[in-house]
């Protein structure tokens, strides 16, 4: 059986069907017939609402009404039991309706750049593994997000969001969380996310790192900058499986000596702090250490320092450490002056 689409043949058969960008502001009633559909994408229109046939795709399991005209939730949608994903990003929704719990079998929920304030009815999709709600208006959060349990990733990045000490002991299968872009001054009850691997709290009102981080044994990845935190408890390097940190634009003053325990290292960002050196055993963590550092005097460094680390060179530089093992350099100006390099040091570029 053949259906006409937008003047396109299309067969009951049809499994997937894409109609963006052509300014839709209703969808073709007749899209309804294809019973066999189980990808639709209609991103990129004009749609405001969903017409309650859209029922009859019972076999439905991705449905794409982001970039749309919703300024509610169209409550049709939730007639559709056996979607998995939904994309329903870069709208003007505000409210999620009750009703949105019978989508039992979602997956995949995507609610980026919306109004929404309020996530109480999202609370029973208990199949839920990745739920997007940054750039929306939330500024906390319900204590009973850990009924969410088989969730793995929780996006809440640009929101309003200012102290969360809700409990998340259940979310034991979380192991992405994004928090950048908000209010956070305090952040609590993380020690049951022992799965978690990646954590971004940047762009927050931190004061220090809170002290159920250094317990996530698991972490991997970890992204602090542009706080206010002023250094790193010997706790913290505990983290022995951590890859990846960066916590450029704080006002750190130094950096524990226990650093070296962080084995697994790859890329340390530190750039834009009140660091003046680096701790001696530093060059132990890996063979090849990124780092980005911009804010050392060098005739203030302690004799032992091993790393130097330059954006550029504003001061005169009357002497070198005769244990330095590396100079990083972002301007290749260090040789206007007269200075002797040590022996064996090795001259890098980032």
Sequence with gaps: MQFTILGKEYDISEKKITISHYLLQYLPIEICNLINLEILNLSN??????????KQLINLKILNLSLNKFNY?????CNL???QTLYISSNEISILPKEISNLINLKKLYLTNNQISNIDNILNLINLEYLNLSYNKLKSLPNDISKLINLETLNLENNQLKIIQIDLCNLINLKKIYLANNQISNIENLLNLTNLEYLNLSYNKLKSVPNDICKLIKLEKLYISNNKIKHLPIKFCELINLQTLDITNNILSNLPNQINNLINLEYLYLQNNFLCKLPNNILKIKDILFLNETSYDINNMDIQNEIIIFNQLNNKINNLPINTKQIWLKKNNIFQYDIKIPFGCEILYF
């Design 81 to 83: 039991i056996n979607l």
């Design 73 to 77: 939730f169209p409550n049709n949608v």
């Design 45 to 54: 229109n004009l749609l405001s609402n969903i017409p309650v046939e859209i």
